[in-house]
């Protein structure tokens, strides 16, 4: 990164200049910076309502919430159909691994894996949640398409996805022609 070298409004000399807004180079910078983390009031935003501190007037700080009230609402909902959905595949006795097929420990700790995306409503759609190992399922978001194709799940996988949603075995074909895994003619076969 490039610096433009001005005149320094803390220290008067001709430097290069961090922080722009405040024309300063990066010891004046770190020395703002430093004066505002000693005060204890500005660290903690312990503020009641706006105060001034060694001639600087500071606004009243709130806190932030992490998540909104939809996105809590949303993860109650989620949370209870994962729970539905995990004890109707105990109960039918196919409570399996999304990628692989392996049966899965009904007292052990397992991901959930969203097929059509976690956006909306498809956070908590009954159809749309799946248990998976959680090395597969780390598998299939972080390698690329020729490497899936080497694993020794994904193509028993693509068979069982037909099956279970046609709409995201599209998208897993699509993936394929991108990833020119796939030509065009049996895609087409596929896709039907």
């Known amino acids: 990164m490039k610096y433009d070298f001005e005149i320094c409004k ?85 409570f399996n691994c999304f990628f692989t097929g392996i049966k899965l420990d009904p007292d052990g700790q397992e991901d959930f894996h969203h097929a059509d995306g976690r956006e909306g409503e498809k956070l908590y759609e009954y159809r749309n949640i799946f248990p998976a190992i959680n090395k597969h399922h780390r598998e299939y978001h972080d390698l690329s398409v020729e490497q899936l194709m080497k694993t020794f799940w994904y193509r028993e996988f693509l068979v069982r996805l037909k099956k279970i949603n046609h709409k995201v075995y599209n998208k897993e074909l699509n993936r394929l022609l991108k990833a020119g895994v796939l030509d065009m003619e049996s895609f087409l076969k596929e896709f039907k």
Request: include cysteine; proline fraction near 2%; charged fraction near 35%.
């Open 10 to 94: 803390g220290c008067g000399f001709k430097k290069p200049i961090i922080n722009k807004k405040y024309v300063l180079c990066l010891k004046c910078n770190r020395d703002r910076l430093n004066t505002l983390s000693m005060d204890e009031e500005v660290s903690t935003g312990s503020f009641k309502s706006t105060s001034v501190k060694k001639g600087t007037k500071y606004p009243k700080r709130t806190n932030i919430a992490q998540r909104s009230e939809k996105m809590e609402t949303g993860l109650e909902k989620y949370y209870k159909v994962r729970a539905k959905k995990r004890q109707d595949m105990i109960d039918g006795k196919y």
